[in-house]
């Protein structure tokens, strides 16, 4: 079986992961976590640093910074006795998880859902919800129990 796990610094995300780690895997089970660096939005970057030099330098922090997320979430799912392997990726999560799970043939997609609604779900969008839609596979979206929120 193969898992796809996106991760990201909420407690969503981490309640995914722990869902992941405690769950029982038939043997030989593989997770691939992958995190998703957002590139900035060029309007707001061209004014304050036109050319994309700050663009750059502000990917390639995002992409430092996830790829210690994704390890991080790598090693504690080794510890669980899981074949793992991290991913950084850059773009809209929405659309990356989906082709991650397509491009590693995940049996299962795994992601923490922020539980946004009205406005907030509007002008960010909902991962999970375009994830169940669009995965071309089974997706677990994971929730943090009340008393944690």
Same mark, same amino acid.
């Given at each position: ?8 610094? /909420? ?9 992941? !780690? ?13 995190? +998703? ?30 790829? %210690?997320?994704?390890?991080?979430? %790598? ?7 899981? %074949?793992? %392997? =991290?991913?950084?990726? /850059? ?12 491009? +590693? ?5 795994? +992601?923490?859902?922020?539980?946004? /609604?009205?406005? =907030? ?27 944690? !929120?």
């Amino acid at each position: 079986m193969k898992i796809l796990l996106g991760v990201d610094d /909420s407690p969503h995300s981490r309640a995914a992961l722990d869902y992941v !780690k405690q769950a029982k895997w038939p043997a030989g089970t593989q997770a691939v976590v992958v995190s +998703v660096a957002r590139p900035a939005v060029g309007a707001y970057t061209e004014v304050y640093a036109p050319g994309g030099a700050l663009n750059d330098s502000m990917l390639e922090e995002q992409v430092r910074y996830h790829q %210690e997320l994704a390890s991080k979430a %790598e090693q504690e799912l080794q510890g669980s006795g899981l %074949e793992t %392997e =991290a991913r950084v990726l /850059s773009g809209d999560p929405r659309e990356v998880l989906v082709e991650a799970a397509r491009a +590693v043939r995940a049996d299962l997609v795994v +992601v923490g859902s922020h539980g946004r /609604s009205g406005l =907030a779900k509007l002008l960010m969008g909902s991962v999970a919800a375009h994830v169940v839609a669009h995965a071309p596979c089974n997706v677990m979206v994971v929730k943090l129990a009340a008393e944690a !929120k």
